[in-house]
C-alpha cells in the first residue's frame, strides 16, 4: 500500500463517521479500489462504494434482514455479507426495539443492490406501510421466544459479572412492549442469579419476544411476495438450505454458502428452554406461545 493511501487509510478510521456507523469490513475493504475518494467524502461513501466494487455486486440485491434479538441474526448477516462480498450496514435503532421504524434512505438514496441491512424492526403498521409503498423484499428472521429470552439472561448476567455494569444500563435493552413504561432490572435481581433474571424477563420481557415473532407471521401470510420467514430453528437444522431459500427469495445466482469457519453464531440449540427452565417457567413461558406460532413455524410447545 503506497504512503498516500495508508494516510488517507488511518483517516478515515479516526474520523466520527467510521466509530460512529461501524459499517462491515467489506465497505471500507473496497476503499483500496475506489479512485479519487477524499475524507470529504465519507458522507458519500456507501454510494461511491456500491458503483465502485466489484461487478458481482450488481447482481445481489439489497437485502433487508429483520430479526428478533438474541437469534444469531447479527452472524447470519454478517455470514452473508461476507460470502456475498456487499456491505453490511447496521440501522440505527431505538432503545426499544419493539419501536424501531423502517428508514427510508435505503430504498431511495442509495442503489438498490449490493448491501445488507441488519435491525431488530417490528412489524408495526407504519413499517409494513413503508415496506409495502416501497416494494421492500425483506427476510423476517425468528427465533423460539422461549430459547431467546435465556439468551439474553444470559447476557444481562455475563456483561455484569465480566464488567461491572449498573443496571441501569440495562434500560436500553430491559423495556416493555410499545406503550408501556420502561422498567429497570436492579442489581439485587441480578446477584440472585439465572433463575431469577429470568422470572423477572418473563415478566416485564417476554411478551415483546412472542408478539414480535406473531406480528411478522402475520405480515409473512398477507405480504408473501414481499417477507420472506426463517428461524434460528431453520438454520441449525440445515443452514445450507438456510442460505439457499434466501438465495432463492432474492433471486440470487449463487451456489456459494457461508463456510462454517465463518458461522460465529452463538452455539446454543434450540429447545434449551427444556432444560434450562424452571418446570413454573415453562408451563408460563408456554402458554403465552399462541397457536400462530405453532402453525407457521418449527417452533412446537
Known sequence: MSADLQTRWDKIKNTSFFQKYKPHNILFKSFYTIKNLS???????????????TASISLVPAISFFALPRSASQSIA?????????????????????????????YVERPRRGFIIYVHLPASNINLQT?????????????????????????IINKYNSAGIQSRLFVTELMSYEGQQPVTISEDIIKSGYHRVLDWILEHRYESFVKWVSDWISARNS??????LTSYEEFVADSDSYFRNIYEFYDIKSDKMPPIYKRHFNKGIARNFETEMTPEQRVYATKMIPDLIYEHTLIRP
Open 131 to 155: 415496506i409495502r409503498y416501497y416494494n421492500v423484499k425483506c427476510i423476517a428472521h425468528i427465533r423460539d421466544p422461549r430459547d431467546a429470552v435465556l439468551s439474553l439472561s444470559r447476557l
Open 39 to 53: 475524507v470529504k467524502d465519507l458522507s458519500r461513501i456507501p454510494a461511491a462504494a456500491y458503483r465502485n466494487l
Open 223 to 228: 405480504m408473501k411476495e414481499l417477507v420472506h
Open 78 to 106: 454478517y455470514a452473508l455479507a461476507d460470502t456475498l462480498k456487499i456491505v453490511q450496514l447496521t440501522e440505527a435503532t431505538q432503545h426499544n426495539f419493539t419501536q424501531n421504524v423502517i428508514s427510508v434512505r435505503p
